[in-house]
């Protein structure tokens, strides 16, 4: 069985773009008789209060956006916040031991001039940390609790993207040893993101185009856990009129809006315009749109949204 999952963050209220990732996600796993699994990121616990998670849970009912596991519903792959799930990462961290460093290196400098960046404007780790000897280990730990890097090959890792075509990066060259938990004790979203998606049997990930550079890493990640990684379907990003990425902070085109403005139909079908697959836009429930729903009329290219989108 396809089994779908929306994973969103509840760092404020969901904008246009976090509903069109819940919506293809979900017509994406029941168009093909699949659940859908819903699962809240809130590892960052303080950008992520349990308010906002509560918000989003009754905005995507309202959506009409159901989910077959996940937070009130329960389910067997339980607990469905990631806040409570640290042990399994705690778990996968120690079998990657053997590949792990301590790395002390401040924000600032990780961020240096000096330090290679990619387009998409990630730094490309260059290794600092990655040989130092126990006795500065020790020196340095003295100062700063240090993060832990996940150490690399130069190995290509590729892709075939549901949506997106063929992808493929090297990882000593293009991104660098990662980080599998900050230096205040958090788990990182690759890992955090490898375990959960293994641990709950999903099978397909749909997610903006934003995050298809960070899916070598998972791949790897995938490889040396013994996991079965998922297919991967990225979508285009949806933009502000003005061509800015959308954010929590775009109130405009937040539900606490435009839940005032408009249906739940209204804004499901107009969303379906614009990613390609109903042409006429006019509302709709989303099972209505699952007849219509095809990966092969969803653009490849970011979306800018009009400036009188529903006007």
């Known amino acids: 069985m396809t089994v ?15 509903i069109l990732c819940c919506l293809l996600a979900w017509l994406s796993a029941r168009q093909k008789g699949g659940k859908v699994i819903l699962r809240i990121e809130d590892l960052d616990t303080a950008r992520c209060p349990l308010r906002y998670a509560e918000q989003m849970v009754e905005d995507l009912r309202w959506l009409g956006l159901d989910w077959d ?6 389910g067997p792959n339980g607990p469905y916040f990631q806040s409570q799930r640290t042990a399994l990462y705690q778990d996968a961290l120690e079998k990657l031991e053997a590949l792990i460093y301590p790395c002390f290196c401040t924000r600032a400098e990780l961020h240096a001039a000096s330090a290679p960046h990619r387009e998409d404007g990630l730094t490309v780790y260059a290794g600092t940390c990655r040989n130092l000897s126990p006795a500065e280990r020790e020196k340095r730990a003295k100062r700063r609790s240090p993060a832990l890097r996940l150490r690399v090959p130069d190995k290509e ?14 990882l000593e060259r293009d991104c660098g040893d990662f980080l599998l938990r900050r230096s205040d004790g958090m788990f990182a979203y690759q890992l955090a993101v490898v375990v959960d ?8 990930v749909v997610r903006g185009a934003d995050l298809l550079s960070s899916t070598p890493r998972q791949l790897y990640l995938y490889q040396l856990l013994d996991l079965t990684p998922p297919e991967f379907f990225h979508f285009p990003l949806l933009l502000a009129p003005d061509g800015r990425r959308l954010s929590k902070r775009d109130a405009d085109v937040g539900l606490d809006s435009l839940r005032g403005r408009v249906t739940a139909e ?8 614009l990613a390609g697959f109903h042409p006429s836009g006019d509302p709709s429930t989303a099972a209505e749109l699952l007849e219509a729903f095809s990966w092969e009329k969803v653009p490849q290219e970011d979306i800018r949204l009009p400036e009188n989108l529903f006007e």
């Open 69 to 74: 596991e996940g937070p009130e519903t329960g």
């Open 157 to 170: 890792i590729s892709l075939i993207d549901g949506h997106m075509g063929g992808y493929a990066e090297r």
């Open 266 to 273: 209204a804004l499901l079908g107009r969303l379906a315009q």
């Open 4 to 18: 779908g999952r929306f994973a969103p963050s509840p760092s404020g209220r969901i904008h246009l773009g976090n």
């Open 197 to 204: 998606d293994a641990a709950m049997g999903v099978t397909e």
